[in-house]
């Protein structure tokens, strides 16, 4: 069996190189009004999971986006199994994150077309967070939320180029 110095991998010869790239954000094609990024360069297609997620890393990185409208008519009925599902299939991924876009004091004023009661409301973010281990995010406004989306994905990108060349490097010694 070859040793790690004796094996030879080309296709990894040139990673030292993404370290100048810029990720890509990926926009699911049912998002009915998708944020607008003004630094990273996206694009739209069909996602499995989630709302926004990196070209390369779509099965790494999701983002679910949720205005307080949207995520309170998910607490009820049929939507909330739904949503559920949702969640539960964010589980798998390396990075996932809930982003609710407005304040919890939206919520907790009752600000929203429901009767649903901001304690009910509250109380299953809570849950959903507890039971699917998906990190809530708020961002005030839509630009807000942009923004937060393109740090996580540059940070995201930025890791895993580390880690590749971390990898390169062992494979190299």
Same mark, same amino acid.
Not at 110 to 120: A, D, L
Not at 156 to 164: D, H, I, K, T, Y
């Given at each position: 069996?070859?040793t790690?110095? #004796?094996l030879?991998?080309?296709?990894?010869r040139?990673?030292?190189d993404? /370290?100048? /790239?810029?990720?890509?954000?990926?926009?699911d094609?049912? %998002? #009915?009004d998708?944020?607008?990024?003004e630094?990273l360069?996206?694009?739209?297609?069909?996602l #499995?999971t989630g709302? !926004?997620s990196?070209?390369?890393a779509? %099965?790494?990185?999701s983002?679910?986006r949720k205005?307080?409208?949207?995520?309170?008519g998910?607490?009820?009925?049929?939507?909330?199994?739904?949503? /559920?599902? %949702?969640?539960?299939r964010?589980?798998?991924?390396?990075?996932k994150r809930?982003l609710?876009v407005? @304040?919890?004091?939206?919520i907790?004023?009752?600000q !929203?077309?429901?009767?649903?009661?901001? #304690?009910?409301?509250?109380?299953?973010l809570s849950?959903?967070?507890?039971? !699917?281990?998906i990190?809530?995010t708020?961002?005030a @406004?839509p630009?807000?939320a942009?923004?937060?989306?393109e740090?996580?994905?540059? !940070?995201? /990108?930025?890791?895993?180029?580390e880690s590749?060349?971390e990898?390169?490097?062992?494979?190299?010694?």
């Amino acid at each position: 069996m070859a040793t790690a110095s #004796q094996l030879t991998l080309p296709a990894l010869r040139s990673l030292g190189d993404l /370290a100048d /790239a810029s990720p890509v954000i990926l926009i699911d094609n049912r %998002e #009915q009004d998708p944020l607008r990024f003004e630094h990273l360069a996206s694009k739209t297609c069909t996602l #499995q999971t989630g709302d !926004y997620s990196l070209l390369g890393a779509s %099965e790494l990185f999701s983002v679910e986006r949720k205005t307080v409208s949207d995520f309170v008519g998910c607490c009820v009925g049929d939507n909330r199994d739904r949503f /559920a599902r %949702e969640l539960h299939r964010l589980r798998g991924f390396h990075f996932k994150r809930l982003l609710i876009v407005g @304040t919890e004091s939206e919520i907790r004023e009752g600000q !929203y077309r429901s009767n649903v009661k901001p #304690q009910s409301v509250l109380g299953t973010l809570s849950a959903f967070e507890i039971r !699917y281990d998906i990190p809530v995010t708020w961002c005030a @406004t839509p630009g807000i939320a942009a923004a937060q989306i393109e740090r996580w994905a540059w !940070y995201f /990108a930025r890791q895993l180029v580390e880690s590749v060349n971390e990898l390169r490097r062992g494979v190299a010694s």
